[in-house]
């Protein structure tokens, strides 16, 4: 399993947009950082599920914040990273590697509701971009991404194109599982914020 640096890194060099991260290794770090607000995440292989065991801080505002996020965190693991807050819609893409149809592709509701809501659609790796389209038009984030009610429209054909290019890395590296979750959406473009891949 790689940790939460390590996912990042190798999609970032497949050309996947994620979220600028450093690794906060010791307090003097921490001086190099000059942009706020942030977030403060452990960078740990062993504690995947970071929420449940306190692992995140958001919306980290000044120094004084971020050093007290650190201290708090620093007693769990003195690994982590920083990176920028970024909001819009969350999402969920994940891949399973299945004993008979061998990677799967889920796409669906992402941060903390993903499970709660069960709000998601499936196929068979690879896919191409009208697979991609058509799995985002079967949930119901689907409308949300598309605008409703005022939310920021998301760039449907550039999230396609990542649902295309995670199906085929899938593959090619005939990965047993990957989840990135959440990505979020904004008019911007998708950000992925946490990821965690296991290998064969």
Known sequence: ?????????????????????????????????????????????????????GGVIVNIKNKRELLNAYNKLKKITKQMVVQPMVKGTEIIVGIKKDPVFEQVILFGSGGILAELFNDFSLRVCPINKKEALEMMEETKTYKIL????????????????LLVKISR????????????????????????????????
Do not use: W
């Open 1 to 53: 399993m790689l940790s939460l640096s390590n996912s990042l890194y190798f999609l970032k060099e497949k050309n996947i947009n994620v979220v600028e991260t450093r690794r906060i290794s010791c307090k003097t770090d921490l001086n190099k950082i000059k942009r706020f607000p942030l977030v403060l995440k452990i960078d740990s292989i062993e504690l995947m599920h970071k929420t449940d065991v």
């Open 146 to 161: 598309a605008g409703f009610r005022g939310v920021a429209k998301t760039d449907l054909n550039k999230l396609a194109d």
């Open 169 to 200: 890395i899938s593959v090619k590296y005939d990965l047993k599982e990957m989840d990135l979750n959440p990505i979020i959406c904004n008019e911007e473009g998708y950000f992925v914020v946490d990821a965690r891949i296991k290998m064969q």
